[in-house]
């Protein structure tokens, strides 16, 4: 074992010693709510990421650490509060009542994965400390003080001043400075051969011989000099390998000679030569005779330099990272995904709706919507009150005078939307964006995100459980066939079991199991060793965990599964109550997969208008903002069922990465809108 091996060993033990005795330092600081987290090693890209296999909050509370508090005092202290929650709300209390010990209960959720956070502090300052004493350098250091520092970002209270808006600048700590050259000055494109025919030009990824020249147009990877030729690697993006390109100085010419000398990681070029066999590893390579530099790439200022970066430096450059193996597999996998998803419903007759992004429902009644204004927020005494019948002025803005005369939000669904037209054209789906001020920083959650989600009339839960499963097993059977190399690199790197549990979703019966089945299963489990589990008391009306989803999918039943019939006091307004139990459940399923849990959520809508009505009122919600939707149970009503596939996930699960940010370019959550 190499001094740096046994030092990073020393550091490992030092961090399960930890884990076993934790000591909690006195900190103030801001929670990101997430439970349950483990680490594990990138072996890409160099970072610890922190997966999620338990419920979220949605808040951020901000507390100090007692360094005497210890998880158990903690994990009692939330189940005594989590009790008493459930009594006063079994008692009658109202929202209002009940919301400050809510809040009690997210603030100690948010110690106990605060104080998870501090080990892993402490745990990487010690591997970056034996790092170093084993005489490491800066360059195999850096990447473990990246992650440090992400770590302790996460401790860091919120600044109480509005920050001022500022561009956002990829190397901050250094100075701008032009390229020797603009593009203008640059070499022309070749555009014909020899003979004067236009240049076709190849993709890498269906690069195969050739017997004349063709352009191959990308980005370069790597450069290797000789003495008497160059080897160049050119990545166009529609592969993840891209293709080498031979460069023999003496069948250059005198212009491709001189831009040799100026090639760098990151600059845009132009090959131009035959496609042959390889001898190297690659399956083929080019024979070049020319080269065009299209983009010049400065070296010293790059910030994409052929090393390893971690994920969370990465989303800092988010317009550059698509350049890196992972988002640009992430990028290419995610494309077959959708293209695979639009051809299941549109080869099984679906219709594709597309519903609007500005609303005045919600359709969950959570409540945690974006508002849509286009008044003066920055004046806020010019801004227009609301008044009583006596014009006396209240309190809140009154949203007449707003742009569409009443309050607007971006949307958190299309499925009311879309439930308009599946009772006329029959089944329908749409597929676009959805949003959600949810206050969450876990790796499963994102502001803004995409949903896909057919209606089928005529239908009930069976159906749409049917369609459900068709569906997946297309998708991923597509992707299976069209990407197998960005698959067997995310099973190398990310998944060791990633390809097999594909294989798996593909060609086995998915399980269906009753929601009160799935609790006995859950309570016989726990009663064995209730220690093992965070969240061990589970009954009937609990709202399953991710740790119990995990265990049904992977341990219970080592499958997909569809738990089914849920109490109706945990799920929608929509949803269609169930006759034979007197309604205390309602026709709703989740579609859990083994390593995430839930990945559909779907149910029978319902269709009867007293039973609606009621539940709207249970709910405070006004008929009148849902009136269009009540019209369609008046009139030629319809039994009609439907789901909602949050399409991050499945990019998430169909890679094995992790984190959520990294399945779509441009992620936004609390704090985050960069780019």
Avoid at 9 to 29: E, K, Q
Avoid at 630 to 643: E, I
């Amino acid at each position: 074992m190499t001094k740096l091996g046994r030092a990073m060993f020393l550091a490992a033990a030092c961090a399960t010693a930890r884990r076993l005795n934790p000591i909690r330092s006195v900190s103030a600081f801001t929670a990101t709510p997430t439970f349950g987290s483990t680490l594990r090693r990138d072996a890409l890209s160099t970072s610890f990421i922190t997966s999620n296999n338990s419920h979220e909050t949605t808040r951020n509370i901000i507390f100090r650490m007692s360094s005497s508090d210890t998880e158990t005092d903690i994990e009692g202290q939330i189940k005594a509060k989590g009790d008493e929650i459930r009594a006063m709300k079994e008692s009658g209390a109202d929202k209002k009542s009940v919301a400050p010990f809510v809040e009690e209960l997210l603030a100690l959720k948010a110690k106990l994965e605060m104080a998870e956070i501090e080990d892993q502090i402490q745990a990487k300052g010690d591997e970056i400390r034996a790092m170093k004493e084993s005489g490491a350098d800066k360059n195999t250091v850096a990447p473990f003080v990246e992650e440090l520092l992400a770590l302790k970002a996460k401790l860091e209270p919120p600044s109480d001043k509005k920050e001022k808006k500022r561009p956002v600048v990829a190397n901050k700590d250094k100075k701008f400075t032009a390229p020797t050259s603009s593009t203008a000055d640059l070499l022309p494109m070749i555009n014909t051969d020899s003979d004067g025919k236009i240049l076709k030009r190849v993709k890498t990824a269906n690069a195969s011989p050739t017997d004349g020249d063709i352009s191959i147009k990308g980005w370069v990877r790597t450069v290797r000099k000789q003495k008497t030729l160059a080897f160049v690697e050119v990545n166009d993006g529609s592969s993840l390998s891209g293709i080498q390109c031979v460069l023999p100085f003496d069948d250059l010419d005198k212009d491709s000679k001189s831009e040799i000398e100026k090639l760098a990681t990151g600059c845009s070029v132009q090959v131009v030569g035959r496609v042959v066999e390889s001898q190297g590893k690659q399956k083929y390579e080019v024979q070049s005779s020319s080269i065009r530099i299209v983009g010049e790439c400065p070296a010293e200022t790059y910030p994409l330099a052929k090393k390893r970066h971690s994920l969370e430096f990465l989303r800092t450059i988010a317009h550059l990272r698509p350049r890196t193996n992972t988002i640009a597999a992430v990028a290419r996998v995610r494309s077959t995904l959708a293209g695979s998803i639009h051809s299941f419903f549109q080869e099984s007759g679906f219709c594709y709706v597309q519903t609007p992004l500005i609303t005045a429902s919600d359709c969950e009644g959570a409540g945690e919507m974006f508002r849509v204004t286009t008044l003066d927020l920055d004046n806020v005494k010019e801004l227009p009150m609301s008044t009583d019948e006596d014009g006396n002025t209240q309190d809140g803005v009154d949203y007449g005078e707003d742009f569409f005369g009443k309050p607007a939000f971006l949307t958190v669904s299309g499925q009311l939307g879309g439930e308009t037209h599946a009772c006329a054209l029959g089944d329908i789906y749409t597929f676009g964006p959805t949003f959600r001020a949810e206050n969450s920083q876990t790796t499963r959650h994102l502001a803004e995100f995409n949903m896909v989600e057919p209606e089928m009339a005529f239908a009930d839960l069976n159906s749409a459980m049917d369609n459900a499963e068709n569906m997946l097993k297309y998708v991923v059977g597509e992707t299976l066939k069209k990407c197998e190399e960005d698959l067997t690199f995310f099973n190398n790197f990310y998944d060791k079991g990633l390809k097999e549990r594909l294989d798996k979703v593909v060609n086995t019966p998915f399980v269906r199991c009753s929601y009160r089945d799935a609790i006995a299963h859950l309570q016989e489990e726990i009663a064995k060793d209730p220690s093992k589990w965070q969240f061990p008391d589970v009954e009937f009306g609990t709202d399953l965990a991710t740790e119990h989803e995990r265990w049904l999918a992977e341990t219970k039943f080592n499958s997909c599964v569809f738990v089914y019939n849920y109490p109706k006091d945990i799920k929608a307004f929509y949803m269609r109550d169930n006759d034979a139990d007197g309604g205390e459940t309602v026709n709703a399923m989740d579609l859990l997969v083994p390593g995430v849990g839930e990945l559909v959520g779907g149910s029978q809508r319902e269709d009867r208008l007293d039973v609606l009505l009621a539940k709207m009122e249970t709910l405070d919600l006004d008929p009148e903002d849902y009136w269009w939707y009540l019209d369609l149970r008046k009139f030629g009503s319809v039994p009609h069922a439907g789901y909602g596939l949050g399409f991050e996930r499945l990019v998430c699960y169909v890679t094995g990465v992790e984190n959520i940010r990294e399945a779509i370019a441009f992620p936004r959550y609390p704090g985050n809108a960069e780019f």
